[in-house]
């Protein structure tokens, strides 16, 4: 278990694998427990940062106001701290949003870009779920199966609910991480941010090479987010200043691809930041 002091917080992180830096950004629920699925093959073609941000898992959860500019500026310090220059970015679901927040506000800090199941603006409906997200919270708390229900619907695609993996042992899973790793004023905190998000007009600035996954039958986070919005499609069509872009669709795959579909998102993901190092050298 590793402690760092980041800012005005101590933050833990886990460091596995060799070659090119990739830090890992969690999402919403579950820290750095959401790449558990993916982590192990990364760490074999990648030196890989996982963490858990302020407010999440063994780091500090100080009673604080949440936001993107906190989470972010909690990136480059733990960066700092650990002396790491520049590093390619994954984020997938929140994490992804905040790997694009961050790329666009410290595009030097950013090698390569990958993208799962991001929003740079919610559009009503995306704005509606979060605020039933919060309900939820505060009626029945983190821990609770109504809340965990609500969430593994919207996670992974209908036919993991039914396999062997899902069903009533997957909501069990994710009632245990939302009961571990976040408090309902955090996670509320968290909803909020992705409410109010709107990066569309910053995602010129990133000029990192940037690898955008979408699931297709993603319900929270589709590729095209209603006329208000914007989704992992309209993001990658607004990445003007980037290197190089990849789009890639998994079929079949809900929001959270990395926990329904790992094989597939790795057979996109590590070719992708291997052609970014052969690119840009080390």
Known sequence: MAIIQVNDVQLYYEVNGAG???????????????YAAVTPAMAENFKVLDYDPRGYGASDRPKQDYTFDVWAADMVG???????????????????????????????????????????KSDFMARAQYEVWKALARAYGMASRELAYELASKA????MLEGPDGGE??????????????????????????????????????????LVIVGDVDMLTPAIQGNTGAGGRQIY??????????????????????MDSPDQCLAAIVPFLQRVDAELGA
């Open 20 to 34: 090119s830096w990739v830090m890992q950004v969690p999402g919403a629920v579950s820290g750095h427990a959401g």
């Open 78 to 120: 733990l960066l700092d701290s650990l002396g790491i220059e520049q590093t390619h970015v994954h984020g997938g679901s929140m994490g992804s949003t905040l790997g694009l927040y961050f790329a666009a506000r410290y595009p030097d800090r950013v090698r390569g870009l990958v993208l799962s199941g991001c929003t740079a």
């Open 156 to 159: 992974v695609n209908r036919y």
């Open 169 to 210: 042992d997957l909501v069990d899973a994710i009632q245990d991480l939302a009961g571990t790793f976040v408090d309902v004023d955090v996670f509320c905190d968290a909803c909020d941010a992705l409410i109010t998000v709107d990066v569309t007009d910053e995602i010129a600035n990133v000029n990192a090479p940037t």
């Open 237 to 258: 069509e607004r990445l003007t200043a980037a290197a190089f872009t990849e789009y890639v669709t998994i079929e079949g795959s809900g929001h959270a691809n990395l």
